[in-house]
């Protein structure tokens, strides 16, 4: 029970430091002159990514390789499968036309460079330094992308930062930031602890336990922003948040992480062999649902649902080396995943739609 409260209060400041942050840099970058779509594609993705981030690297430096890569990797496969799978269940999700174009190739362009550069067995800290440097150059073109854009549509930007007053002045936004820096600094001590406790306890490896319980508890901003969206309506943001942090998670957080550890980050055989190419094959479902009218339905977020479920089902029974795995696995890869490649084929071919190319928010319906 001590753990299990541990876990919670850890979990409540990683989601309560996430909030600040985005709301600090999100006025700042505002009062900068970038757009609001962008701030959603950077600020937001990156502040919802912030516990990932915390989290990874207080692992890898506290001598838990595997509870950090978990985490990512389990992250990014939780936030395409159940937050846009329970995202599209409350409202078909309209896709931005710039999402389709730019944001998923580039998240599956993300996915590939890490199985790329994790074969070797490790992340060094120059494959680290790599996926930073990749990242700042991302960062600056969606910010010279949107200043661009912003050049014609001054109105919109000048309204966004006057929704609230007592956050007006920068030095209240900086207080923010930081305020939110030292809660996800002290939250992911806290969930990190207690999440290793947990898996001592049950006899469960560091690498479950990051795979499935941490990276759901740290995408819990991204569920709460891409939820919040939908239901309001704002339903390329409920999309856009989760790429954004799904490519910034690799980049970013791997990346950090791995030129932070004093050794980079090994990279586990089972990790390697089937964790990171469920990753990708999640980044790359994401291209055709999208496509198969430009829109996620409901149907397709229900599948999206059922794999997360078959995924932590598999996890769970890998774990225990249950005697139903083998047939589980094969279901799985010689029924399930066809057919569903041949529905959305046959979906794609029947609905080309039309993309979204209005802003974020409700002009996206």
């Not at 996890?315 to 010689?334: C, N």
Request: aromatic share 6%; with cysteine; glycine share 10%.
């Amino acid at each position: 029970m001590q753990n299990f409260g541990l876990f919670l209060i850890g979990l409540l400041a990683l989601v309560a430091g996430a909030e600040l942050l985005v709301r600090g840099a999100g006025k700042l970058a505002l009062s900068a002159g970038i757009s609001p779509l962008v701030v959603g594609l950077t600020v937001v993705s990156i502040g919802t990514s912030a516990p990932e981030m915390a989290v990874a690297i207080g692992a890898a430096l506290d001598g838990r390789p595997d509870l950090a890569i978990g985490n990512v990797v389990g992250s990014n496969i939780f936030n395409v499968l159940f937050i846009l799978g329970i995202s599209a269940l409350i409202v078909p999700l309209v896709v931005h036309s710039q999402v389709i174009r730019q944001e998923v190739p580039v998240m599956i362009g993300a996915s590939l460079l890490l199985l790329a550069l994790a074969l070797d067995g490790s992340l060094s800290r120059t494959d680290g330094l790599l996926l930073v440097l990749l990242v700042m150059a991302y960062t600056g073109f969606l910010v010279i992308q949107s200043r661009r854009e912003a050049q014609s549509e001054p109105a919109e930007l000048a309204t966004e930062p006057t929704a609230s007053r007592w956050d007006r002045h920068w030095t209240v936004q900086l207080l923010l930031i930081l305020a939110g820096l030292g809660l996800l600094i002290v939250g992911s001590g806290w969930l990190v602890e207690a999440a290793v406790s947990v898996a001592q306890t049950l006899g469960v490896s560091d690498l479950v336990i990051g795979l499935t319980i941490v990276a759901a508890g740290t995408s819990m901003p991204e569920v709460a922003t891409s939820i919040m969206a939908a239901l309001r309506g704002q339903r390329d943001i409920a999309i856009g948040n989760v790429v954004g942090s799904n490519i910034f998670n690799i980049l970013g957080c791997l990346g950090a992480t791995a030129v932070l550890a004093p050794a980079g980050v090994p990279v586990a055989a089972s990790v390697l062999n089937f964790d990171l190419w469920v990753m990708l094959a999640v980044a790359l479902a994401c291209l055709p649902v999208m496509l198969s009218g430009r829109a996620i339905a409901r149907w397709e977020g229900a599948v999206f649902l059922g794999y997360y479920v078959a995924y932590t089902a598999y996890l769970i029974l890998r774990t225990q080396d249950h005697a139903a795995l083998p047939a589980f696995s094969g279901a799985m890869l010689g029924f399930v995943l066809p057919l569903t490649i041949v529905t959305l084929v046959v979906s794609v071919l029947k609905r080309p739609g039309k993309a979204s190319d209005g802003g974020a928010g409700p002009t996206a319906h």
